[in-house]
């Protein structure tokens, strides 16, 4: 089967015509590719019921933590406002064009990850890897919501567990006392211990830290020593994992309902949270840190890089689930204009995180008596040290505490069971009609959940974090979403052809989009991507965790292989294709790249003309308007 994908061969229509054309007459093979004859005994693709369906599910998938916890900051230290300018600019040359391509892929080819490469099969590898990296961002990206999970848990209780010393997880070196500008007389008391030094001051650990590292992680000294395992956190992971199961089990119609919660309630939360810190003090010197400009930051390399390398993550690109999206619309929807909507809504739900996280921010400055930059954290740490440290300073704090990790946890559920929808729609889009059975999706989403779940059992151990961070540096790291990026574009825009596509979504949107487009996936995109990821690797720095503990060399061995278990599957897939095809390299080389058309494409092709011609007619005109009518019915 594989073998007859990849070369493309000619299917002769003959048997299916005796059981009844569905097209009246015509050659349906022209020049454009094959045709894959349709298996009347399977039941139609799923669909969304409505169209805001789709757009809640790519909301509730691409707007997630990122931004909230990594956008206000990378504002805040590229020069405030300043870093708008490049982050703009980013969006119109890599973050819509690559967002656009991805979900009208799926929309076009009727397919995820994977199959929706058979618009050039010899490429199919594009889909192998976006599969590698999206298992990797599911097994690890659940362990953010175990944390917040079980951080919810504990804000519900009279005092916050992390406000505390008096916990069996502190150290003697606790304190809970916070202005160190006290400190100018040399000493500062503290009734429960006594007399201290300044030094003993800045030495002390803050509860926050202690529960954080002490309690929820139990962390080890390094990778080499994994210890026991935490149940607390096990019970947690297991819970999410549950949820996420049963939200995804049944497919898109359930999956398009449960996000029309999980979407939209971040907002609201995010809405509360701005009228609580804008009242604090402090919070306005917190938001001129965030939007000050300082216009001497555009000419810093990094800046460049930290805007583009944050527009593929946060619009999650290469991963694949937006094509496994995009292949539930219906075959004429307008995803042109949805792609423009959707990262709108991305972008400016960045920009308006920056206001909550900072107006919270400057007031926790002002109650240490500290600069803001002391303060400013990304990451989980800012989800875990800073924001709990700032609710702990609040009255009526666990409501406050309890309401941030709800939001917390709803932000990256529905970019986790996005994620799982994307990587089991890829893997049953690989088996034929001939396994179709009846509880195949729901077996499918168990077998993926238990695969992750085992693997993630790593991460709960005390030297989980150090397993956790392995994952995020190197599974999902710009350079590989930079290198998926680059080759969906060159696939696209010079193996299939930035012209056939553009007619292609014409003939699906009944319009041609702005030429823009074309120039992009051509030129700009592939040279933005390209660039940023040579960046990234000519500025390569081993991982560390917390600037501290350095990993050892086989730590870092197993980081690259899970980097390169993703990029190289391009490479070699085509390589092996290549060597197992047969004729001159040209021969093979047309054989296969040329498209293996879906069955769904036969009802919107003309009857009697091939694709090239079909897609020559101009969208909208009459003409083309009886071919589809008449095709339909």
């Known amino acids: 089967m ?53 757009i809640m599910s790519c909301v509730g998938f691409a707007v997630g933590l990122g931004n909230v916890w990594r956008f206000p900051y990378l504002c ?18 890599g973050g819509i064009p690559i967002f656009f391509l991805e979900i009208a892929l799926g929309q076009f ?32 990206y659940i362990m953010v919501l175990a944390w917040g999970f079980y951080y919810l848990i504990k804000s519900f209780s009279g005092t916050l567990p992390w406000s505390t010393c008096d916990n069996e997880w502190n150290t003697e070196s606790c304190i809970e006392i916070f202005r160190h500008e006290d400190c100018q007389n040399g000493t500062i008391g503290n009734s429960s211990f006594g007399n201290m030094t300044c030094e003993e001051l800045a030495n002390g650990r803050s509860p926050i830290i202690e529960f954080w590292e002490n309690k929820v992680l139990n962390i080890s000294n390094g990778l080499d020593e994994p210890g026991a395992l935490n149940w607390e956190l096990i019970l947690c992971l297991l819970a999410v994992w549950v949820m996420v199961y049963f939200c995804v089990w049944k497919g898109v119609k359930s999956t398009g309902k449960i996000v029309y919660f999980t979407a939209t309630f971040p907002y609201v939360v995010l809405i509360i949270l701005l009228v609580r810190g804008v009242t604090l003090p402090g919070a306005y010197d917190g938001i001129m840190y965030y939007l000050k400009p300082d216009w001497s930051k555009l000419g810093e390399p990094q800046v460049w890089i930290d805007a583009g390398t944050q527009i593929f993550f946060s619009y999650a690109i290469g991963l694949g689930a937006l094509t496994a999206l995009g292949s539930y619309n219906r075959f004429n ?133 150090y397993v956790f961070q392995l994952f995020d540096y190197y599974s999902a790291s710009g350079m590989t979403l930079l290198w998926q990026a680059f080759w969906e574009c060159v ?67 197993i980081g690259w292989c899970l980097a390169l278990s993703s990029m190289l599957c391009i490479p070699v897939s085509l390589v092996y294709k290549l060597s197992g095809a047969k004729g001159s390299f040209r021969e093979r080389w047309e054989n ?31 003409e083309n308007k009886v071919i589809i009518f008449e095709s339909v019915m």
């Open 2 to 54: 594989e073998k007859a994908e990849c070369c493309a061969l000619n299917v002769i229509l003959a048997e299916e015509e005796k059981k009844g054309p569905l097209i009246p007459n015509g050659n349906h093979q022209g020049t454009n590719g094959t045709l894959v004859p349709p298996v009347r005994a399977l039941p139609e693709r799923e669909t969304w019921t409505r169209q805001m369906d789709f």
């Open 76 to 93: 805040y230290k590229n020069g405030g406002g300043v870093f708008l300018i490049p982050y703009v600019l980013f969006i119109f040359l």
């Open 109 to 140: 080819m009727k397919a995820g990850s994977i199959n929706v490469w058979n618009i050039a099969p010899l490429f199919k590898g594009l889909g192998y890897a976006s599969m590698v990296i999206v298992f990797f961002c599911n097994t690890y």
């Open 333 to 465: 929807n307008d995803c042109y204009k949805d792609a423009f909507m959707l990262a709108l809504i991305n972008s400016g739900t960045s920009f308006f995180a920056g206001f909550v996280v900072f107006s919270i921010l400057g007031f926790m400055a002002s109650e240490q008596g500290v600069d803001i930059s002391k303060v400013a954290e990304s990451g989980p740490g800012l989800a875990f040290i800073a924001y709990p440290k700032a609710v702990s300073l609040m009255p009526v704090a666990p409501v406050w505490a309890a309401l941030f990790f709800f939001m917390l946890l709803l932000l990256g559920l529905d970019s986790q069971f996005v994620g799982v929808e994307g990587f089991v729609t890829g893997i049953l889009d690989l088996f034929p009609g001939k396994y179709y059975m009846r509880y195949r999706r729901e077996i499918a989403v168990a077998i993926c959940c238990l695969l992750c779940f085992i693997i993630d059992l790593s991460m709960v151990t005390q030297g989980g974090m």
């Open 491 to 557: 696939v696209v825009a010079w193996v299939y052809g930035a012209d056939k596509f553009m007619d292609d979504i014409a003939r699906m949107i009944g319009y041609q989009p702005f030429p823009w487009m074309k120039w992009c996936w051509s030129f700009i995109t592939p040279c933005v991507c390209m660039g940023i990821f040579l960046f990234h690797l000519l500025n390569y720095k081993p991982l560390t965790y917390n600037n501290v503990y350095v990993y050892p060399w086989w730590g870092e061995v």
């Open 592 to 622: 296969l790249t040329k498209p293996v058309w879906g069955a769904h494409h036969l009802e919107y092709m003309a009857p009697d003309t091939d694709i090239k011609s079909l897609a020559s007619l101009s969208p909208g005109t009459e």
